[in-house]
């Protein structure tokens, strides 16, 4: 989605008066306003934590990642239940299952990313062409809390209302603290997500089915920190960081979880074995 729109009409004197008026103090509702606007933006991105200007294929790692991580741990449990002989097909299909929710969810968070910010959008064109002396007021209280001072203050002012697109572009970014960037389509977005938590799921349980369990026992912990490297590996390039980092960071995540996954596992398999009688 990208913020080229089309110029809203309204008076070419419109914004005179305002300016002219600079002077005066800004009108208590602007302040109100914009905090008000805020606070919605902040109730609906609260709601949609992934959301955001990050590339679909880094968050298909991300994907891989945790698709990766949730079956090691289905893994663990099975293997504290004793292993039972249907663990490589349960788990293959499990990872399937994941990687369909992982594209669902980020579908459609997509949509709900999008859907929102084009309403913003419509709310702020029509705000501008209803009631532009006080989109204005709010131009002018939030520069003023950045600390521009008269004439600076009025001249931005007159700056900004000069473009249309320039004014609903600063108020979404000021006010909403929402940034215009390009978002891809939902169903692309699912595809990516879909793609890499199979990746990263398929590539940890699908030898099972292949190998023994007693090898399993070796692949599992061994495959595992193979992949999470491969996924940090990919992480670090994507982000300029450190792959060490996020290698660490996974496989602390992935030791502590296995293990108390494993001792509940454990414990429940004792509490439900049939107690001998006679």
């Known amino acids: 989605m990208r913020a080229h729109e089309r110029h809203m009409d309204r008076p070419a004197t419109s914004?005179?008066?305002h300016?002219?008026?600079a002077d005066a103090p800004v009108v208590s509702d602007a302040a109100?306003?914009?905090?008000?606007?805020?606070?919605r933006a902040r109730t609906m991105l609260a709601g949609?934590?992934?959301l955001g200007a990050v590339d679909d294929w880094r968050r298909a790692v991300v994907s891989a990642r945790d698709a990766l991580l949730v079956l090691l741990l289905a893994w663990v449990a099975l293997h504290g239940f004793g292993d039972p002989p249907y663990t490589p097909y349960l788990l293959v299909?499990?990872?399937i299952g994941i990687a369909l929710i992982?594209?669902?969810?980020?579908a459609r968070s997509t949509f709900a990313q999008v859907q929102y910010y084009a309403a913003e959008m419509d709310r702020e064109r029509n705000e501008i062409r209803d009631n532009l002396e006080h989109e204005l007021d709010e131009v002018r209280e939030l520069y003023a809390a950045k600390g521009f001072t008269e004439p600076m203050l009025s001249e931005i002012v007159r700056t900004l209302s000069a473009d249309d697109d320039r004014l609903l572009k600063v108020m979404m970014e000021e006010e909403l603290g929402l940034s215009m960037f390009h978002v891809n389509h939902p169903l692309l977005v699912g595809v990516w997500n879909f793609?890499?938590?199979l990746a990263g799921g398929l590539g940890l349980v699908l030898p099972l089915v292949?190998?023994?369990p007693n090898a399993a026992h070796i692949w599992m912990p061994a495959g595992g920190a193979a992949l999470l490297g491969v996924v940090s590996f990919i992480s670090a390039r994507a982000t300029q960081r450190g792959m060490l980092e996020f290698f660490t960071v996974s496989l602390i995540m992935a030791g502590v979880t296995s293990g108390v996954v494993y001792l509940l596992a454990r414990g429940f398999a004792l509490h439900a074995m049939p107690t001998p009688t006679g």
């Open 93 to 95: 299909a499990l990872a």
């Open 15 to 17: 914004v005179d008066p």
């Open 32 to 39: 109100d306003h914009v905090t008000e606007a805020r606070s």
């Open 48 to 50: 949609e934590a992934h």
């Open 195 to 197: 793609a890499g938590a």
């Open 210 to 212: 292949w190998i023994s």
């Open 102 to 106: 992982f594209a669902i969810s980020m």
């Open 19 to 21: 300016i002219a008026n």
